[in-house]
């Protein structure tokens, strides 16, 4: 069983945030160290129960991600060892393989969500209204079911304990301004496009993802936080893929099945995973990691 990181104690580093599932470092002034660890967050809310193995398997699918996608947009990954801006071996050991080093940059405060087919949120939104997000669509889309071209809805970025909103276009815009908005737009839906059609070939059905953008000193829109993971997309397995139904995951919609089953409210604190829960949940991040790299 992999090793259990359920939060990081760097004492050679000042922390500048702990998030849902990342604790992040200053480097200096132009860097940061960012260290993934195995909590879960559901419904917005950390769970007490570490997903063993979760953060280093994120890490990974990032970095690969973020390696195919370079030439679409560049990423916040530095040139820079981790032994270089963490030079005690004992902690460098407890976090190497779920921690990278990256350039600080401007976070933009929207999560560019695209979505490639019909489920959750927006299937429960489309039933009632025919919309997702406000985007009418066409009429008699079942469940599951592929959309004619991916569409792009943007939320807000919650704190950590609370929700997620769906704002629309123009909200964006209002946010980020319009031409910050449209250029990530295009950037987000690209980015899926050739992750879906990659993933596609190795098995896996990329149903939506959500991204996140930032911007450097010559206001260069790059991709930062984590890409294309089963934290951040809900992936289908193909063979098991039948429009009218939710198929089954890889991601962590078996985790969301769980607690849907037990009633909670969805507010703080969050019930604990049984064992077999938090391994097995493991094991299909695992196999989405192996199915994309190898």
Not at 202 to 213: H, N, P, S, V, W
Request: aromatic share 8%; with cysteine; proline share 8%.
């Amino acid at each position: 069983m992999p090793d259990v990181l359920f939060e990081s104690n760097l004492q050679s580093l000042p922390l500048l945030h702990r998030g849902k599932v990342r604790d992040i470092y200053a480097v200096g002034d132009a860097h940061m160290l960012i260290v993934t660890t195995d909590r879960l967050s559901a419904f917005d809310v950390v769970l007490p129960t570490p997903i063993p193995g979760k953060g280093a398997v994120l890490t990974a699918l990032s970095n690969f991600w973020f390696g195919r996608t370079r030439h679409i947009l560049p990423n916040h990954l530095a040139d820079r060892p981790l032994a270089e801006v963490l030079p005690d071996a004992a902690e460098r050991r407890a976090i190497e393989d779920r921690a990278v080093v990256v350039r600080k940059l401007k976070a933009l405060p929207v999560e560019a969500i695209v979505r490639g087919y019909l489920v959750g949120s927006g299937w429960k939104e489309y039933r009632q209204a025919g919309t997702v997000c406000g985007i009418r669509l066409p009429a008699g889309l079942r469940e599951a079911d592929r959309l004619p071209e991916p569409i792009f809805t943007p939320s807000t970025k919650a704190a950590v304990g609370e929700h997620d909103q769906n704002i629309s276009f123009a909200t964006a815009g209002e946010l980020l301004g319009a031409d910050i908005a449209e250029r990530v737009r295009t950037a987000a839906v690209t980015l899926y496009k050739e992750a879906a059609d990659y993933a596609l070939k190795r098995g896996i059905i990329i149903a939506d993802t959500k991204f996140e953008f930032g911007l450097d000193s010559d206001g260069r829109l790059t991709l930062i936080d984590e890409a294309l993971t089963p934290d951040s997309s809900r992936f289908w397995p193909v063979d098991q893929y039948r429009p009218g139904a939710n198929p089954p995951s890889f991601d962590k919609q078996y985790v969301r099945d769980y607690l849907e089953s037990l009633g909670w409210n969805k507010k703080p604190p969050a019930p604990a995973l049984p064992p077999e829960v938090a391994a097995k949940t493991a094991e299909k991040y695992r196999e989405a990691l192996v199915r994309l790299t190898r």
